[in-house]
């Protein structure tokens, strides 16, 4: 059974920084591009980031370029976000997936910024 479990959001300052993890098991995920996606109260989930299954491409939605590094390490199967220059936007319910999405979504792990 596929699970995704997300961790390391929290209460932060704007201009601070955060980093996000995701664990994935239950299958090999080191042939997926891997994603992050964030839901903030009252809006629909959007992309926020991808990485290729080997590493070496990576894409980020506008609001997030030049702020956020997604990552990751397949021997682990985990897919990591670093967050930084955090804006009161930026807060949100922050999941991972395979990008497009098809797993069942994790209880994602809320990040809150604060101005």
Avoid at 68 to 85: C, E, G, P
Wanted: net charge neutral; glycine share 12%; hydrophobic share 35%.
């Amino acid at each position: 059974q596929v699970q995704l479990v997300e961790s390391g959001g929290g209460l932060v300052q704007a201009g601070g920084s955060l980093r996000l993890s995701c664990a994935a098991s239950g299958r090999t995920f080191s042939s997926d591009t891997m994603g992050w996606f964030r839901q903030a109260p009252g809006k629909e989930r959007e992309f926020v980031a991808a990485v290729s299954w080997t590493g070496g491409s990576t894409y980020y939605a506008d609001s997030v370029k030049g702020r956020f590094t997604i990552s990751r390490d397949n021997a682990k199967n985990m897919v990591y976000l670093q967050m930084n220059s955090l804006k009161p936007e930026d807060t949100a319910v922050y999941y991972c997936n395979v990008e497009p999405p098809k797993e069942a979504w994790g209880q994602g792990t809320q990040v809150t910024v604060s101005s």
